[in-house]
């Protein structure tokens, strides 16, 4: 398995400010993913994340809007930019890893744009 | 393109009885299908996966789920219900790609004492 952790665990934020969210993993990994899960919605995919390379966006998602960086094996970060309380969401970091390609996930970051 | 439908909102069960969470997939080739839990405040735990072989799978928690092609489900199960596990439950995907999810909307168990 893997632990993840993510920082801040939640913040409230003022509208048109950015927010960077922190992921770190206790392992080196080569696939990070992060997703948004919405008030009362499932998980949707924002990108994938590879050291070494541009993020992957999904279909919704820009990097000038969602800025990330991979600088290492274990690291990730996750800009939320010119924040609305569109944005409002909880924010999670997920890797892939282990014998059997599992995917774990980090606890989450708790976003209020205000 | 891949997704899956979880038709109930919420299940209700009572301690100690079966329950049976839903889950119907549609894929292009091979699925890869998932259930994860998120207990409330707490990130997502990985419950178990179908990749191939046995339809009946086993996962943690003394959950299984039960891979039906024809049907193309994969229902989550568990014998007998605890309260503990009341929690809002993820069937998932794999992307054509292999290598992201694609996650229902979620099914909310709730299990009373």
């Known amino acids: 398995s893997a632990v993840i952790s993510q920082k801040p665990s939640r913040d409230i934020c003022q509208r048109g400010t950015s927010l960077t969210i922190q992921c770190q993993v206790d392992?080196?990994?080569?696939?990070m993913f992060w997703y948004r899960q919405q008030p009362g919605q499932s998980l949707t995919l924002i990108a994938t994340?590879?050291?070494?390379?541009?993020?992957?966006?999904e279909s919704g998602f820009v990097i000038d809007k969602f800025p990330i960086s991979r600088p290492n094996l274990t690291f990730s970060t996750l800009t939320v930019s010119n924040m609305s309380p569109e944005d409002s969401s909880i924010y999670l970091c997920?890797?892939?890893?282990?014998?059997?390609?599992?995917?774990?996930f980090g606890p989450g970051t708790r976003l209020t744009v205000l | 393109a891949q997704s899956v439908a979880q038709p109930e909102d919420q299940v209700n069960v009572a301690e100690g009885n079966p329950l049976t969470v839903k889950c119907t997939y549609s894929?292009?080739?091979?699925?890869?299908l998932f259930w994860y839990v998120q207990y409330p405040n707490r990130g997502l735990q990985f419950l178990l996966k179908?990749?191939?072989?046995?339809?009946l799978v086993k996962g943690s928690y003394g959950f299984e789920a039960e891979f039906n092609k024809s049907q193309t489900s994969f229902h989550l199960k568990k014998p007998s219900a605890l309260v503990s596990d009341s929690a809002l439950y993820f069937c998932?995907?794999?992307?054509?790609?292999?290598?992201?999810?694609?996650f229902g909307k979620g099914t909310t168990l709730s299990v009373s004492s």
């Open positions: 998932a995907v794999y992307n054509q790609a292999g290598t992201a999810l694609i």
């Open positions: 997920s890797v892939e890893t282990g014998p059997l390609n599992e995917q774990f």
């Open positions: 179908y990749i191939t072989g046995d339809n």
């Open positions: 894929v292009s080739g091979n699925p890869y």
């Open positions: 994340a590879n050291q070494g390379s541009e993020a992957t966006y």
């Open positions: 392992s080196q990994v080569t696939m």
